[in-house]
Protein backbone atom coordinates (compact mmCIF):
# COMPACT_ATOMS: atom_id res chain seq x y z
CA UNK A 1 0.00 0.00 0.00
CA UNK A 2 1.30 3.52 -0.84
CA UNK A 3 2.30 6.08 1.56
CA UNK A 4 -0.80 8.13 0.63
CA UNK A 5 -3.20 5.57 0.58
CA UNK A 6 -1.71 4.79 4.67
CA UNK A 7 -2.17 8.31 5.62
CA UNK A 8 -5.45 9.14 3.18
CA UNK A 9 -7.61 6.30 4.67
CA UNK A 10 -6.99 7.00 8.43
CA UNK A 11 -7.60 10.56 7.69
CA UNK A 12 -10.61 10.01 5.66
CA UNK A 13 -12.33 8.14 8.18
CA UNK A 14 -11.46 10.59 11.23
CA UNK A 15 -12.99 13.29 8.79
CA UNK A 16 -15.82 10.86 8.17
CA UNK A 17 -16.79 10.21 11.79
CA UNK A 18 -16.35 14.09 12.43
CA UNK A 19 -18.96 14.64 10.04
CA UNK A 20 -21.28 12.17 11.47
CA UNK A 21 -20.94 13.28 15.01
CA UNK A 22 -21.32 16.38 14.08
CA UNK A 23 -24.38 16.45 12.51
CA UNK A 24 -26.24 14.68 15.02
CA UNK A 25 -28.83 17.02 16.81
CA UNK A 26 -28.25 18.62 19.73
CA UNK A 27 -30.47 17.87 23.08
CA UNK A 28 -33.15 20.74 23.79
CA UNK A 29 -35.54 20.38 26.60
CA UNK A 30 -38.25 21.82 24.81
CA UNK A 31 -38.15 18.17 22.53
CA UNK A 32 -40.17 16.87 25.71
CA UNK A 33 -42.64 19.22 26.08
CA UNK A 34 -45.70 17.45 25.99
CA UNK A 35 -44.32 13.59 25.64
CA UNK A 36 -45.67 10.80 27.05
CA UNK A 37 -42.96 9.47 29.19
CA UNK A 38 -42.95 6.35 31.58
CA UNK A 39 -40.36 6.11 34.40
CA UNK A 40 -40.25 2.61 35.90
CA UNK A 41 -39.29 2.40 39.39
CA UNK A 42 -39.38 6.46 39.83
CA UNK A 43 -40.04 6.16 43.35
CA UNK A 44 -35.99 7.01 44.66
CA UNK A 45 -32.77 7.17 42.82
CA UNK A 46 -32.04 8.11 39.75
CA UNK A 47 -36.18 7.14 38.42
CA UNK A 48 -36.76 10.07 40.42
CA UNK A 49 -34.30 12.22 39.52
CA UNK A 50 -35.67 11.61 35.54
CA UNK A 51 -39.08 12.30 36.58
CA UNK A 52 -38.05 15.73 37.66
CA UNK A 53 -36.08 17.04 35.16
CA UNK A 54 -38.83 15.30 32.48
CA UNK A 55 -41.41 17.48 34.54
CA UNK A 56 -39.17 20.30 34.44
CA UNK A 57 -39.54 20.08 30.15
CA UNK A 58 -43.01 19.63 30.62
CA UNK A 59 -43.40 16.21 29.72
CA UNK A 60 -46.64 14.09 30.85
CA UNK A 61 -45.16 11.56 33.08
CA UNK A 62 -46.08 7.87 34.94
CA UNK A 63 -44.65 7.04 37.37
CA UNK A 64 -44.16 3.31 38.86
CA UNK A 65 -43.02 1.84 41.80
CA UNK A 66 -44.52 -0.69 44.15
CA UNK A 67 -45.81 1.94 46.61
CA UNK A 68 -49.60 2.35 46.24
CA UNK A 69 -49.87 -1.48 46.52
CA UNK A 70 -47.96 -1.22 49.85
CA UNK A 71 -50.43 1.63 50.59
CA UNK A 72 -53.09 -0.77 49.88
CA UNK A 73 -51.76 -3.40 52.13
CA UNK A 74 -51.04 -0.94 55.08
CA UNK A 75 -54.88 0.49 54.84
CA UNK A 76 -56.04 -3.49 55.16
CA UNK A 77 -54.21 -5.80 57.45
CA UNK A 78 -50.75 -4.84 58.67
CA UNK A 79 -49.56 -4.25 61.94
CA UNK A 80 -48.60 -0.45 63.25
CA UNK A 81 -44.97 -0.67 63.20
CA UNK A 82 -45.01 -1.47 59.47
CA UNK A 83 -47.74 0.92 58.82
CA UNK A 84 -46.05 3.37 60.17
CA UNK A 85 -42.74 2.52 57.98
CA UNK A 86 -44.89 1.58 54.69
CA UNK A 87 -46.87 4.77 54.93
CA UNK A 88 -44.24 6.65 54.89
CA UNK A 89 -42.48 5.14 51.60
CA UNK A 90 -45.69 5.49 49.95
CA UNK A 91 -46.36 9.16 51.04
CA UNK A 92 -42.53 9.74 49.71
CA UNK A 93 -43.63 8.01 45.89
CA UNK A 94 -46.96 10.41 46.11
CA UNK A 95 -44.62 13.40 46.63
CA UNK A 96 -42.80 12.24 43.63
CA UNK A 97 -45.94 13.42 42.03
CA UNK A 98 -46.92 16.05 43.84
CA UNK A 99 -43.45 17.53 42.95
CA UNK A 100 -43.48 16.83 39.05
CA UNK A 101 -46.78 18.78 39.17
CA UNK A 102 -45.29 21.34 41.07
CA UNK A 103 -42.23 21.55 38.88
CA UNK A 104 -44.26 21.95 35.56
CA UNK A 105 -45.48 18.58 34.11
CA UNK A 106 -48.08 18.43 31.52
CA UNK A 107 -49.45 16.13 33.98
CA UNK A 108 -47.84 13.54 36.41
CA UNK A 109 -49.90 9.83 37.71
CA UNK A 110 -48.75 7.62 39.57
CA UNK A 111 -49.11 3.63 39.00
CA UNK A 112 -48.19 1.01 40.90
CA UNK A 113 -47.74 -2.50 41.02
CA UNK A 114 -44.76 -5.00 41.62
CA UNK A 115 -42.95 -6.16 38.38
CA UNK A 116 -42.79 -9.43 39.62
CA UNK A 117 -45.95 -9.68 38.52
CA UNK A 118 -45.88 -9.50 34.61
CA UNK A 119 -49.40 -8.88 34.64
CA UNK A 120 -48.58 -5.17 36.60
CA UNK A 121 -46.64 -4.35 33.63
CA UNK A 122 -49.46 -4.81 30.77
CA UNK A 123 -51.74 -2.73 33.52
CA UNK A 124 -49.34 -0.57 33.23
CA UNK A 125 -49.42 0.22 29.39
CA UNK A 126 -52.57 0.29 29.77
CA UNK A 127 -53.18 2.64 32.03
CA UNK A 128 -50.46 5.17 29.50
CA UNK A 129 -53.02 4.33 26.14
CA UNK A 130 -56.00 4.97 28.52
CA UNK A 131 -54.81 8.06 30.09
CA UNK A 132 -52.15 9.61 27.90
CA UNK A 133 -53.58 8.43 24.40
CA UNK A 134 -50.40 7.13 23.97
CA UNK A 135 -46.38 6.64 24.50
CA UNK A 136 -43.60 8.49 23.12
CA UNK A 137 -40.72 7.26 25.41
CA UNK A 138 -40.41 3.82 27.63
CA UNK A 139 -37.99 4.58 30.33
CA UNK A 140 -37.32 0.97 31.91
CA UNK A 141 -35.10 1.68 35.19
CA UNK A 142 -36.55 -0.11 38.06
CA UNK A 143 -34.23 -2.82 39.95
CA UNK A 144 -35.71 -5.24 42.39
CA UNK A 145 -32.99 -5.96 45.79
CA UNK A 146 -30.43 -8.13 46.01
CA UNK A 147 -27.45 -8.30 47.76
CA UNK A 148 -24.06 -7.44 47.51
CA UNK A 149 -21.97 -10.08 48.91
CA UNK A 150 -20.12 -13.41 47.32
CA UNK A 151 -22.95 -15.69 45.32
CA UNK A 152 -24.96 -17.41 48.32
CA UNK A 153 -26.23 -20.54 45.68
CA UNK A 154 -29.46 -18.97 45.84
CA UNK A 155 -31.24 -19.98 42.74
CA UNK A 156 -34.59 -18.62 43.51
CA UNK A 157 -33.17 -15.27 44.14
CA UNK A 158 -31.87 -15.34 40.38
CA UNK A 159 -35.44 -16.39 39.26
CA UNK A 160 -36.70 -13.66 41.08
CA UNK A 161 -34.31 -10.96 40.08
CA UNK A 162 -34.56 -12.00 36.46
CA UNK A 163 -38.55 -11.61 36.57
CA UNK A 164 -38.03 -8.19 37.99
CA UNK A 165 -34.86 -6.72 36.40
CA UNK A 166 -35.47 -8.49 32.79
CA UNK A 167 -38.28 -10.17 31.64
CA UNK A 168 -40.50 -7.35 33.00
CA UNK A 169 -38.57 -5.36 30.91
CA UNK A 170 -39.14 -7.80 27.98
CA UNK A 171 -43.19 -7.79 29.09
CA UNK A 172 -43.42 -3.93 29.23
CA UNK A 173 -41.83 -3.40 25.68
CA UNK A 174 -44.02 -6.30 24.04
CA UNK A 175 -47.42 -3.99 25.60
CA UNK A 176 -45.62 -0.97 24.61
CA UNK A 177 -45.12 -1.71 21.21
CA UNK A 178 -47.98 -0.86 19.08
CA UNK A 179 -47.81 2.74 20.83
CA UNK A 180 -43.97 2.85 20.23
CA UNK A 181 -44.49 2.67 17.10
CA UNK A 182 -47.67 4.85 16.36
CA UNK A 183 -45.63 8.03 17.59
CA UNK A 184 -41.67 6.65 16.15
CA UNK A 185 -41.04 6.77 20.01
CA UNK A 186 -37.64 4.97 22.05
CA UNK A 187 -37.00 2.57 24.47
CA UNK A 188 -34.97 3.76 26.99
CA UNK A 189 -33.25 0.61 29.46
CA UNK A 190 -31.20 1.18 32.15
CA UNK A 191 -28.63 -0.88 32.63
CA UNK A 192 -25.03 -0.88 34.43
CA UNK A 193 -20.84 -1.70 34.22
CA UNK A 194 -22.32 -5.11 35.54
CA UNK A 195 -24.25 -5.79 32.11
CA UNK A 196 -20.99 -5.47 30.05
CA UNK A 197 -18.11 -6.85 32.43
CA UNK A 198 -18.71 -9.42 35.14
CA UNK A 199 -18.25 -7.69 38.67
CA UNK A 200 -18.03 -9.71 41.48
CA UNK A 201 -20.31 -9.43 44.61
CA UNK A 202 -23.11 -8.72 42.30
CA UNK A 203 -23.66 -12.55 40.57
CA UNK A 204 -27.44 -12.05 40.24
CA UNK A 205 -27.71 -8.55 39.49
CA UNK A 206 -24.96 -8.99 36.63
CA UNK A 207 -26.88 -11.66 35.00
CA UNK A 208 -29.82 -10.11 34.41
CA UNK A 209 -28.27 -6.94 33.18
CA UNK A 210 -26.42 -8.84 30.69
CA UNK A 211 -29.64 -10.51 29.78
CA UNK A 212 -31.16 -6.78 28.86
CA UNK A 213 -27.54 -6.23 26.72
CA UNK A 214 -28.63 -9.47 24.66
CA UNK A 215 -32.18 -8.86 24.17
CA UNK A 216 -32.11 -5.09 23.37
CA UNK A 217 -29.19 -5.51 21.12
CA UNK A 218 -30.55 -7.80 19.03
CA UNK A 219 -34.17 -6.53 19.01
CA UNK A 220 -32.31 -3.45 17.69
CA UNK A 221 -30.79 -5.26 14.86
CA UNK A 222 -34.60 -6.77 14.14
CA UNK A 223 -36.14 -3.06 14.00
CA UNK A 224 -33.29 -1.85 11.92
CA UNK A 225 -33.84 -5.00 9.50
CA UNK A 226 -37.63 -4.39 9.31
CA UNK A 227 -37.42 -0.46 9.32
CA UNK A 228 -39.35 -0.30 12.81
CA UNK A 229 -39.25 3.13 13.76
CA UNK A 230 -38.14 2.90 17.62
CA UNK A 231 -35.31 3.63 19.11
CA UNK A 232 -33.28 1.35 21.71
CA UNK A 233 -30.86 3.22 24.10
CA UNK A 234 -28.72 1.30 26.20
CA UNK A 235 -27.97 2.88 29.19
CA UNK A 236 -24.43 1.83 31.00
CA UNK A 237 -24.13 3.37 34.11
CA UNK A 238 -21.02 3.03 36.64
CA UNK A 239 -21.05 3.46 40.24
CA UNK A 240 -24.01 6.35 41.36
CA UNK A 241 -25.00 8.16 44.66
CA UNK A 242 -28.33 6.87 44.96
CA UNK A 243 -29.19 6.17 48.39
CA UNK A 244 -29.38 2.37 47.87
CA UNK A 245 -26.32 1.76 45.81
CA UNK A 246 -24.21 3.86 48.54
CA UNK A 247 -25.78 1.81 51.25
CA UNK A 248 -24.78 -1.53 49.78
CA UNK A 249 -21.25 -0.71 47.95
CA UNK A 250 -19.53 2.74 49.47
CA UNK A 251 -17.71 0.49 52.06
CA UNK A 252 -16.27 -1.92 49.85
CA UNK A 253 -16.09 -0.16 46.59
CA UNK A 254 -12.88 2.15 45.80
CA UNK A 255 -14.42 5.01 43.99
CA UNK A 256 -16.20 8.09 44.12
CA UNK A 257 -19.93 7.90 42.76
CA UNK A 258 -20.97 9.87 40.11
CA UNK A 259 -24.44 12.73 41.41
CA UNK A 260 -27.48 10.84 40.09
CA UNK A 261 -29.04 14.12 38.66
CA UNK A 262 -26.47 14.54 35.98
CA UNK A 263 -26.89 10.87 35.51
CA UNK A 264 -30.36 10.77 35.41
CA UNK A 265 -30.12 13.60 32.85
CA UNK A 266 -27.40 12.15 30.50
CA UNK A 267 -30.09 8.98 30.29
CA UNK A 268 -33.10 11.49 29.16
CA UNK A 269 -30.58 12.98 26.57
CA UNK A 270 -29.65 10.05 25.01
CA UNK A 271 -32.93 8.13 24.92
CA UNK A 272 -34.50 11.58 22.87
CA UNK A 273 -31.61 11.68 20.92
CA UNK A 274 -31.83 8.29 20.14
CA UNK A 275 -28.53 7.20 20.93
CA UNK A 276 -27.12 3.74 20.85
CA UNK A 277 -25.85 4.12 24.23
CA UNK A 278 -25.37 6.34 27.02
CA UNK A 279 -22.02 5.82 28.94
CA UNK A 280 -22.03 7.48 32.38
CA UNK A 281 -19.83 9.02 33.35
CA UNK A 282 -18.11 7.60 30.58
CA UNK A 283 -14.55 7.99 30.97
CA UNK A 284 -14.99 5.37 33.88
CA UNK A 285 -17.38 3.31 31.61
CA UNK A 286 -16.30 3.66 27.92
CA UNK A 287 -12.66 3.82 28.52
CA UNK A 288 -12.55 0.59 30.45
CA UNK A 289 -14.99 -1.40 28.28
CA UNK A 290 -12.13 -0.34 25.49
CA UNK A 291 -9.82 -3.17 27.33
CA UNK A 292 -13.00 -6.02 27.27
CA UNK A 293 -12.15 -7.76 23.72
CA UNK A 294 -8.12 -7.38 23.57
CA UNK A 295 -7.20 -7.52 27.36
CA UNK A 296 -9.62 -9.46 29.42
CA UNK A 297 -7.71 -10.47 32.09
CA UNK A 298 -6.13 -6.90 32.90
CA UNK A 299 -9.29 -5.62 33.14
CA UNK A 300 -10.99 -8.39 35.70
CA UNK A 301 -7.68 -7.26 37.40
CA UNK A 302 -8.23 -3.71 37.37
CA UNK A 303 -11.95 -4.61 39.06
CA UNK A 304 -11.01 -6.65 41.35
CA UNK A 305 -8.70 -4.02 42.57
CA UNK A 306 -11.43 -1.53 43.12
CA UNK A 307 -13.04 -3.48 46.17
CA UNK A 308 -11.98 -3.96 49.50
CA UNK A 309 -13.86 -7.70 50.25
CA UNK A 310 -12.59 -7.74 53.53
CA UNK A 311 -15.26 -4.65 54.36
CA UNK A 312 -18.38 -6.87 53.04
CA UNK A 313 -21.20 -7.10 55.63
CA UNK A 314 -21.41 -10.67 57.03
CA UNK A 315 -23.90 -12.73 55.61
N1 LIG B 1 -27.00 3.44 41.67
C1 LIG B 1 -26.02 2.86 41.02
O1 LIG B 1 -24.84 2.88 41.45
C2 LIG B 1 -26.28 2.17 39.70
C3 LIG B 1 -25.20 1.72 38.95
C4 LIG B 1 -25.43 1.09 37.73
C5 LIG B 1 -26.73 0.92 37.28
N2 LIG B 1 -27.78 1.36 38.04
C6 LIG B 1 -29.13 1.12 37.53
O2 LIG B 1 -29.91 2.30 37.60
C7 LIG B 1 -31.28 1.96 37.85
C8 LIG B 1 -31.77 2.75 39.04
O3 LIG B 1 -30.95 2.45 40.16
P1 LIG B 1 -31.13 3.22 41.54
O4 LIG B 1 -29.85 3.11 42.27
O5 LIG B 1 -31.73 4.54 41.29
O6 LIG B 1 -32.21 2.27 42.26
P2 LIG B 1 -33.10 2.51 43.58
O7 LIG B 1 -32.85 3.86 44.17
O8 LIG B 1 -32.91 1.31 44.44
O9 LIG B 1 -34.60 2.52 43.00
C9 LIG B 1 -35.16 1.35 42.53
C10 LIG B 1 -36.59 1.64 42.08
O10 LIG B 1 -37.17 0.42 41.64
C11 LIG B 1 -38.41 0.22 42.33
N3 LIG B 1 -38.63 -1.20 42.55
C12 LIG B 1 -37.90 -2.05 43.31
N4 LIG B 1 -38.42 -3.28 43.28
C13 LIG B 1 -39.52 -3.21 42.47
C14 LIG B 1 -40.49 -4.15 42.06
N5 LIG B 1 -40.47 -5.44 42.46
N6 LIG B 1 -41.48 -3.73 41.25
C15 LIG B 1 -41.56 -2.44 40.84
N7 LIG B 1 -40.66 -1.50 41.19
C16 LIG B 1 -39.66 -1.88 42.02
C17 LIG B 1 -38.26 1.01 43.65
O11 LIG B 1 -39.49 1.46 44.17
P3 LIG B 1 -40.33 0.65 45.29
O12 LIG B 1 -39.36 0.08 46.27
O13 LIG B 1 -41.26 1.66 45.84
O14 LIG B 1 -41.05 -0.37 44.50
C18 LIG B 1 -37.46 2.21 43.20
O15 LIG B 1 -38.30 3.19 42.69
C19 LIG B 1 -31.32 0.46 38.04
O16 LIG B 1 -31.71 -0.19 36.85
C20 LIG B 1 -29.89 0.10 38.38
O17 LIG B 1 -29.54 -1.21 38.03
C21 LIG B 1 -27.60 1.97 39.23
Given at each position: MGLLQKILIPVLGLVLAFCFYSSRENFK?????GKRVIVT?????IGEQMVYHLARMGAHVLVTARTEAKLQQVNGKLGTHTCTHRHRKANLTLQVVERCRALGASSARLVSG?????ATTRQLVEVAEAELGGLDMLILNHVGKSYFNYFDGDVGHVQKLLNINFLSYVAMTVSALPMLKRSGGSIVVVSSMAGKVGFPFTVPYSATKFALDGFFSSLRQEFSIQSVNVSITLCILGFIDTENAMRAAADVLLMSPAPKEECALEIIKGGTLRQREVYYRYASTKLPL?????AAELLDLLVRQRYRPERLRAA
Open positions: PEMLKGASTGSMEDMLLRDW
